[in-house]
């Protein structure tokens, strides 16, 4: 029964959730945010958000971790914060010997609600609907909720041969 740490990667804002995963049966056992303050230099940010996260996977131990990819904003300077937050989250996980699995966000919509293009509130209710009595700790921590079940999904259908 593997223990999942989906993570939605921000520079500001760092969602996660941890799932545990029984073949085909999803249970919730935690999630939250991690944050860095928008007043200190990238650096210390990137630096902060790489404790926090050694500090979680030290806390809860996951066997797998999944990561939602970088979709690109109209802002350039807000699509390069995301990918370098992105990437410490992908080192830090790494470096803990832990697989991650990276998936688009349109996959992960499909996986949790049935279609690519679904609203965010909609992926929000179907994720409080599959890990029911969860207190979701908001919208980033519920996104990276859908990643963790994403991957659950991916990896039990690896197991039964399916592509």
Same mark, same amino acid.
């Given at each position: 029964m593997p223990r999942i740490l989906g993570l939605d990667p921000g520079l500001g804002t760092t969602g996660w959730g941890l799932i545990q995963a029984d073949g085909n049966r999803l249970s919730h056992v935690a999630n939250g945010q991690l944050k860095t303050n928008a007043s200190e230099s990238l650096p210390k940010r990137l630096s902060h958000l790489a404790s926090q996260?050694?500090?979680? &996977? #030290?806390?809860h131990a996951p066997e797998a971790a999944a /990561?939602?990819? /970088?979709? /690109?904003?109209?802002?350039? =300077? +807000?699509?390069?914060? &995301?990918? =370098?937050? *992105?990437? $410490?989250v992908l080192m $830090?996980?790494? *470096? @803990?010997?832990?697989e991650v699995g990276e998936y688009a966000a349109r996959l992960v919509k499909k996986a949790v609600v049935g279609t690519g293009n679904a609203e965010k509130a909609q992926v929000h209710a179907m994720v409080q609907r599959l890990l029911p009595g969860a207190q979701?700790?908001?919208?980033? @921590? #519920?996104?990276?909720?859908? $990643?963790?079940?994403?991957?659950?999904?991916? &990896? @039990?259908? +690896? *197991? *039964?041969? /399916?592509?």
């Open positions: 996260l050694e500090a979680l &996977l #030290a806390d /990561v939602e990819e /970088v979709f /690109v904003n109209k802002n350039p =300077q +807000s699509t390069l914060k &995301l990918g =370098q937050a *992105r990437g $410490v $830090v996980a790494a *470096r @803990a010997g832990i979701i700790a908001g919208p980033d @921590a #519920a996104d990276a909720l859908a $990643v963790a079940i994403t991957h659950a999904h991916h &990896l @039990a259908s +690896s *197991r *039964r041969g /399916v592509a």
